[in-house]
């Protein structure tokens, strides 16, 4: 690797599957030293023992603000900064017919998509503005550049998450912190696979993904984590308030409506739970 995060701290919430563990490995790699943050206890602290001295793990609910303060302030006490936040927990949510739709399952999934990002936002500017510096990168989703690619809720949080990325970008941009968003398009994890009918098997979602994707192959959380590596390093040292799109090239072309808005109402989480 090339050491481009050499001495950088940072936190990657819902770090320990899928896009954010391919983060955080990556960022280990490049030199940084990481706060994995997430509520998967025994998943995040085996890939924190795995990582090695450069990492720690904090339990992180990320509709809780203290949970979300404490994980910065582990990134703090542990490493004495934080150059990085990348607010990238995220589930699926709620599904269904708009006109079916619980209030419950609306609120829950916009609590953790939008109102999670606003509390990493917010706790990583309480540092980074003491120290004049830091990068912010919120994963938002192609589904917050196009109607019709997700359910409704995750559609409009992501969306919220561009708008967030946008207007923070514009307030911190003075004391010299930058703020981005990654909008992944589909990316093989479990996430995914547990939407396209399975709860285990990634090479199904693989598949799936690479017959409907522009290049003829599939996206990895690691095509995702290259990204996140350039925008938390100096090689995107003059980009801030953008949204990075790695989908190749899907939403250039407009996509067919999506399959999430048929069906019955039920919420979709982390590593396949559905309730």
């Not at 990582?51 to 703090?76: H, I, K, Q, S, Y």
Request: proline share 3%; hydrophobic share 45%.
């Amino acid at each position: 690797m090339t050491g481009r995060l050499d001495n950088k701290v940072a936190v990657i919430t819902g770090a320990a599957s899928g896009i954010g563990e391919g983060t955080a490995r990556m960022f280990i790699d490049e030199g940084a030293k990481v706060v994995v943050a997430d509520l998967q206890v025994d998943a995040g602290q085996a890939l924190v023992d795995e990582l090695g001295p450069n990492a720690r793990f904090a339990e992180c609910n990320v509709t809780r603000e203290d949970d979300v303060a404490a994980a910065v302030d582990l990134a703090v006490g542990e490493f004495g900064s934080l150059d990085v936040m990348f607010n990238n927990a995220g589930i699926v949510g709620a599904v269904g017919r708009i006109s079916e739709m619980s209030t419950e399952a609306w609120d829950n999934s916009i609590a953790i998509l939008l109102r999670g990002v606003f509390l990493g936002v917010k706790h990583a500017a309480r540092v980074m503005l003491e120290q004049n510096s830091g990068v912010i990168i919120n994963t938002s989703s192609t589904a917050g550049i196009l109607g019709g690619l997700g359910p409704h809720a995750y559609t409009a949080a992501k969306h919220g998450v561009i708008g967030l990325t946008k207007s923070v970008a514009n307030e911190l941009a003075p004391n010299g912190i930058r703020v981005n968003a990654i909008s992944p398009g589909n990316t093989v994890t479990t996430m995914t696979a547990s939407v396209m009918g399975s709860t285990a098997d990634e090479s199904a979602a693989e598949a799936k993904i690479a017959a409907g994707s522009p290049l003829g192959y599939a996206g990895y959380p690691a095509d995702i984590a290259a990204a996140a590596l350039y925008l938390a390093s100096d090689d995107a040292r003059y980009v801030s308030g953008h949204t990075l799109v790695v989908d190749a090239g899907q939403t250039t072309a407009g996509m067919t409506p999506n399959r999430f808005n048929i069906g019955s109402s039920r919420q979709i989480h982390e590593a396949g739970r559905r309730t």
